[in-house]
T-cell receptor, first 115, second 112 residues
Framework: AQSVSQHNHHVILSEAASLELGCNYS??????LFWYVQYPGQHLQLLLK??????LVKGIKGFEAEFIKSKFSFNLRKPSVQWSDTAEYFC?????????????FGGGTRLMVKP | DGGITQSPKYLFRKEGQNVTLSCEQN?????MYWYRQDPGQGLRLIYY???????QKGDIAEGYSVSREKKESFPLTVTSAQKNPTAFYLC???????????FGQGTRLTVV
């Protein structure tokens, strides 16, 4: 079965620090990749997605992610975090094989940004 | 406004009782999903449905049941067979073929 790993469970940064959250998946075929964010008390929102094309994807709020196929990775980055980025971040993978419409999530990374 | 509505937001039930969580969408999405969110475990798929009157088990379907009688609705029943039902439950929907998932606000179920 496919799996998604987020190695950092908790990250604490000061404002203006750079952020990189790791995401690795185990599925061998072509995939669609997503990063979702859950702000405190709010529902999950899409940050960015990769389906095909340029492996460097830009999302909302200054976030970007790079798909490295050889490493089965889709790491999330932001050059300078703000206090308002405090949230939980989830990486997700959908196999692009039309065999099903499943979306598998990683365990999440809880980010706290200190003002 | 289009979106996904889950109700209720908070639900308390006694141990041994079945309880049904509601999920309705007006996005004309084809597929609907139920996830369970526990701290440190991310979102785990319970059931999903790509078309009306058809659904598939996810990774943790035991103790849960669903129905998909209408495209807009995908209720989840947490049965007494679910050993640890206290959790946050999220409903989502997408088009088929897959685009991106939209999520509801969630239902926090507490079994006492």
């Amino acid at each position: 079965a496919q799996s998604v790993s987020q190695h950092n469970h908790h990250v604490i940064l000061s404002e203006a620090a750079s952020l990189e959250l790791g995401c690795n998946y185990s599925y061998g075929g072509t995939v669609n990749l997503f990063w979702y964010v859950q702000y405190p008390g709010q529902h999950l929102q899409l940050l960015l997605k990769y389906f095909s094309g340029d492996p460097l994807v830009k999302g909302i709020k200054g976030f970007e992610a790079e798909f490295i196929k050889s490493k089965f990775s889709f790491n999330l980055r932001k050059p300078s975090v703000q206090w308002s980025d405090t949230a939980e971040y989830f990486c997700a993978v959908n196999p692009n094989n039309n065999a099903g419409n499943m979306l598998t999530f990683g365990g999440g990374t809880r980010l706290m940004v200190k003002p | 406004d289009g979106g996904i509505t889950q109700s209720p937001k908070y639900l308390f039930r006694k141990e041994g009782q079945n309880v049904t969580l509601s999920c309705e969408q007006n996005l004309n999405h084809d597929a609907m999903y139920w996830y369970r969110q526990d701290p440190g475990q991310g979102l785990r798929l319970i059931y999903y449905s790509q078309i009306v009157n058809d659904f598939q088990k996810g990774d943790i379907a035991e103790g849960y049941s669903v129905s998909r009688e209408k495209k807009e609705s995908f209720p989840l029943t947490v049965t007494s067979a679910q050993k640890n039902p206290t959790a946050f439950y999220l409903c989502a929907s997408t088009f088929v073929p897959y685009t991106e998932a939209f999520f509801g606000q969630g239902t926090r179920l507490t079994v006492v």
